[in-house]
């Protein structure tokens, strides 16, 4: 069974950085891509970065691109998303996901998820 659990959300200011954490089992990361999706209040799922199973594929919202870095560490089960410079338009709550397929940003390419983390970066 697949399991997907982040961390490392929280309140920060404007300016701001923080680092999500995707720990999954078993094996999982160096089998499957994975994408950061995130979903403010009263929104749809919004795609922010995904990253292929050898990491050498990165994919970007044009809304993160520059602030935003994913990386993965294989022999540690576990993805990552560096936040940089937080805009209060970051503010949501962050879930990974995983996919089989390449370079797709729509939840739905997504077959497993997340219980997510919140973000929320004030003014």
């Known amino acids: 069974q697949v399991q997907l659990v982040e961390s490392g959300g929280g309140l920060v200011q404007a300016g701001g950085s923080l680092r999500l954490s995707c720990a999954t089992s078993?094996?999982?990361?160096?089998?499957?891509?994975v994408g950061w999706f995130r979903q403010a209040p009263g929104k749809e799922h919004e795609f922010v970065a995904a990253i292929g199973w050898n990491a050498f594929n990165t994919y970007y919202a044009d809304s993160v691109k520059g602030r935003f870095a994913i990386s993965r560490d294989n022999a540690e089960n576990t993805v990552y998303l560096q936040m940089h410079i937080l805009k209060p338009e970051d503010t949501a709550v962050y879930y990974c996901?995983?996919?089989?397929?390449?370079?797709?940003?729509?939840?739905?390419?997504?077959?497993?998820w997340g219980q997510g983390t919140q973000v929320t970066v004030s003014s």
């Open positions: 078993g094996h999982i990361v160096s089998r499957y891509a």
């Open positions: 996901a995983v996919t089989r397929r390449v370079g797709v940003t729509t939840p739905g390419d997504y077959d497993y």
